[in-house]
């Protein structure tokens, strides 16, 4: 008979290396919040708010930055096996803000 395959442990840069990724991914999320929220504002709220755009501009550019840097270190924070289908979630969703955002800044 034989033993069971043991799963191996992870090492300890693969540890830290998830730990960094949620670090960066935690960052990049409250970045990209943040520009969110800057965009829409400028773009719904009242004029004296934002009266020359830069909000919604910037907003929306810095805002498209981070949530791409979000959408590639999220799945490094989980296991290999699930990293593929993360990726295809994170980046679908990276697309879904970037069609926004745009949208936002084309119909001011």
Not at 31 to 58: N, Q
Not at 66 to 80: D, K, Q, R, T
Request: positive net charge.
């Amino acid at each position: 008979m034989t033993a069971p395959e043991s799963r191996p442990q992870a090492s300890t840069a693969a540890k830290v290396g998830r730990v960094l990724a949620v670090l960066v991914s935690a960052g990049a999320g409250a970045a990209f919040l943040l520009c969110a929220w800057v965009a829409v504002g400028s773009r719904f709220g009242p004029v004296v708010r934002d009266p020359h755009g830069y909000g919604l501009l910037f907003g929306s550019f810095l805002g498209i930055c981070a949530a791409f840097v979000l959408a590639m270190a999220l799945p490094l924070a989980f296991s290999g096996r699930r990293r593929r289908r993360l990726y295809i979630a994170t980046v679908s969703g990276f697309l879904a803000v970037l069609v926004l955002l745009v949208a936002l800044v084309a119909t001011n």
